[in-house]
C-alpha cells in the first residue's frame, strides 16, 4: 500500500518505520521537519497525500488534527482511508470523520495504548471507530503496529473508549496512591498493604501492574525514580478529554472532575511535569490532610 504518515513524533516515527519494514511505501511529512529511515519525505501533508491509499495522522491534539484535514482531505484520492491514530476529542474526531465521507474518502479514529515502547515494538492496542468497510481496510496495518485492535463502533467510539478507560485509570490510580499514604500513616507495611489489596476487592491494574510503591508489586516506573512510564501530563491530557467529552454529552463524572483538578494541580503547579503518573505516592506521603 501508499501509506501518507503525517506526524513524526514519538509515537509516529517508530509506527511509521515498523510499517516501512512491512514492506509498505511509505511517504511522511512532520511540521518540525522529522526525517524516518525508510519513510520518504513530502514537502506538506497534502504532498503526502497525494494518491495514497491511507493517510495516517499521529498529532498532538484536534486543533492540530482538524487543521491538517482541511488541508488533506481535498488532496486524497477517492475512497481513501483516512487513519486518525492520535488521541483527540470526540468531537473532533467526529468532525473529522464526516468531513472525509462528505468528501467520497473513509475515516477511522484509532487512538492507541501501549506507549512509545508499545510503538517501537509494533504492540500497540488500537482503539477503533468507523465503518465496518473502513476498519477492515485498516485492520492489515494494526496488525503491523500493534498487537490488538477493537472495532469499538461509530465514528468517534475509539476516542470515547480511549478517554473512558484512562479516566478509570487516573481515578484508580490516585485512589490507590492516596491508599498507600494512608497506610503508611498508620503504620501499615506497603508490602503487606499490596498482599492483601491486590489480592482483595480493591485490587486494579494500577495496584496490581503498575504498583505505585518502589519495591513492592511487579517492576513498574517507581522502581526507576517515577520516571515515565506514561507522563503525568499525558494522563492530565486524558482526563481533559474525559471531561471534555462529558460536558458535551451531560454526563456526570464527579471522580473524573476531581482526577482532573488533582492530575492539573500536580503537573502545573507541583513537580508533576515529567514524571510517572503514578508519582502522586510521593505527592501524597508528604502531605497532611489540611
Ligand atoms: P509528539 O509531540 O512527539 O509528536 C507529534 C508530532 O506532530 C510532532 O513531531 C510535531 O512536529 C508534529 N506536528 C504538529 N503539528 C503538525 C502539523 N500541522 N503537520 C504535521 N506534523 C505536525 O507526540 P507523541 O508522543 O508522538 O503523541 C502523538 C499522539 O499520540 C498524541 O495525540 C498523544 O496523546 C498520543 N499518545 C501518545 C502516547 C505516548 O506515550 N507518547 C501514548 C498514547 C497516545
Not at 188 to 202: A, C, E, I, P
Request: net charge negative; hydrophobic share 45%.
Amino acid at each position: 500500500m501508499k501509506i501518507a504518515f503525517i506526524g513524526l513524533g514519538n509515537m509516529g516515527a517508530p509506527m511509521a518505520s515498523n510499517l516501512s519494514q512491512a514492506g509498505h511505501d511509505l511517504v511522511g511529512y512532520d511540521a518540525a521537519g522529522v526525517t524516518v529511515e525508510g519513510v520518504s519525505v513530502a514537502t506538506s501533508g497534502a504532498a503526502a497525500a497525494d494518491g495514497a491509499d491511507v493517510v495516517i495522522t499521529m498529532l498532538p491534539n484536534g486543533a492540530i488534527l482538524r487543521a491538517v484535514a482541511d488541508e488533506v482531505v481535498p488532496a486524497m484520492k477517492d475512497g481513501a482511508l483516512l487513519l486518525d491514530c492520535s488521541t483527540v476529542d470526540v468531537d473532533s474526531a467526529r468532525h473529522v470523520a464526516k468531513q472525509a465521507e462528505a468528501a467520497g474518502k473513509m475515516a477511522v479514529d484509532a487512538p492507541v495504548s501501549g506507549g512509545i515502547g508499545g510503538a517501537a515494538g509494533g504492540t500497540l492496542t488500537f482503539m477503533a471507530g468507523g465503518s465496518a468497510k473502513a476498519f477492515a481496510l485498516a485492520e492489515p496495518l494494526f496488525d503491523i503496529m500493534g498487537q490488538k485492535a477493537v472495532h469499538c463502533g461509530e465514528a468517534g467510539a475509539g476516542q470515547a473508549a480511549k478517554i473512558c478507560n484512562n479516566m478509570v485509570l487516573g481515578v484508580t490510580m490516585a485512589a490507590t496512591c492516596e491508599a498507600f499514604a494512608l497506610a503508611d500513616k498508620l503504620g501499615l507495611d506497603r508490602q503487606k498493604m499490596f498482599d492483601v489489596v491486590s489480592t482483595s476487592s480493591g485490587y486494579s491494574w494500577s495496584m496490581n501492574a503498575y504498583c505505585p510503591a518502589p519495591g513492592v508489586g511487579p517492576t513498574s516506573p517507581a522502581d526507576n525514580g517515577y520516571q515515565p512510564g506514561f507522563a503525568a501530563e499525558l494522563m492530565l491530557k486524558d482526563l481533559r478529554l474525559s471531561q471534555q467529552a462529558a460536558e458535551s454529552a451531560d454526563a456526570d463524572t464527579p471522580m473524573g472532575q476531581l482526577a482532573e483538578q488533582l492530575y492539573s494541580q500536580f503537573v502545573d503547579h507541583e513537580d508533576g511535569k515529567g514524571r510517572d503518573f503514578s508519582a502522586l505516592l510521593p505527592r501524597f506521603e508528604k502531605r497532611s490532610r489540611g
